[in-house]
Nanobody
């Protein structure tokens, strides 16, 4: 059974960077589409970025385009989210999610309902 564990969260000052990692166990991620989502207090879960099983297709929320970069590390069986120029609006719990298959090319964004397996989340706090 696929299990996902996020890491890399923490406290960072505005303008700083963090790199989140989503590590998988129980299965390889080669055939999975992976998504990063976030949820701030009293807000709905938001799709941040997704990457197809081959890595050739990515999606980003408008709010993070040009600042966040999603990538796959097949050797480590993990997916990373590099977050640069962070602002207080990026403060949230960040979750990674996975679903087997290559459906991302026909989707124009990352939707939580598309994903079946979820990690427990990692807290990102951007504050001075």
């Amino acid at each position: 059974q696929l299990q996902l564990v996020e890491s890399g969260g923490g406290l960072v000052q505005p303008g700083g960077s963090l790199r989140l990692s989503c590590a998988a166990s129980g299965s390889t991620l080669d055939a999975y589409t992976i998504g990063w989502f976030r949820q701030a207090p009293e807000k709905e879960r938001e799709g941040v970025s997704c990457i197809s099983w081959s890595g050739s297709t990515t999606r980003y929320a408008d709010s993070v385009k040009g600042r966040f970069t999603i990538s796959r590390d097949y050797a480590k069986n993990a997916v990373s989210l590099q977050m640069d120029n962070l602002g207080p609006e990026d403060t949230a719990i960040y979750f990674c999610a996975a679903r087997r298959g290559n459906f991302l090319p026909i989707r124009n964004g990352c939707y939580a309902t598309d994903f079946a397996s979820w990690g427990q989340g990692t807290q990102v706090t951007v504050s001075s």
